[in-house]
Nanobody, 125 residues
């Protein structure tokens, strides 16, 4: 089992930036493809970005492509989400997730084995 803990959320103005972190503990972090999802009030959880276990491939939702960057540091057991040019529509609880399968990319919520508790991101207009 792997435990995930997000940090780095907060309140930012439109056009600003935030960097989210997701620290893993437990089983070997490098065994998992990792992803970020988000859930806005009254909406379903949606895929944001994913990164392969070795960091060699990434995949983004169209809504964040060109603005968000997902990276990972397997030596630190951490995955990051750099968010630039934030807009109010990015307001949501952001959660990281781990997938132990060999499929990539995986955008379906139910395919991920492990989840963090989430961190709130609020973008003011």
């Amino acid at each position: 089992q792997v435990q995930l803990e997000e940090s780095g959320g907060g309140l930012v103005q439109t056009g600003g930036s935030l960097r989210l972190s997701c620290a893993a503990s437990g089983r070997t972090f490098s065994r998992y493809n990792m992803a970020w999802f988000r859930q806005a009030p009254g909406k379903e959880r949606e895929f944001v970005a994913a990164i392969k276990r070795n960091g060699g491939s990434t995949y983004y939702a169209d809504s964040v492509k060109g603005r968000f960057t997902i990276t990972r540091d397997n030596a630190k057991d951490t995955v990051y989400l750099q968010m630039n040019s934030l807009i109010p529509e990015d307001t949501a609880v952001y959660s990281c997730a781990g997938d132990s399968s060999w499929r990539f990319p995986v955008v379906v919520v139910g395919s991920y084995n492990y989840w963090g508790q989430g961190t709130q991101v609020t973008v003011s207009s």
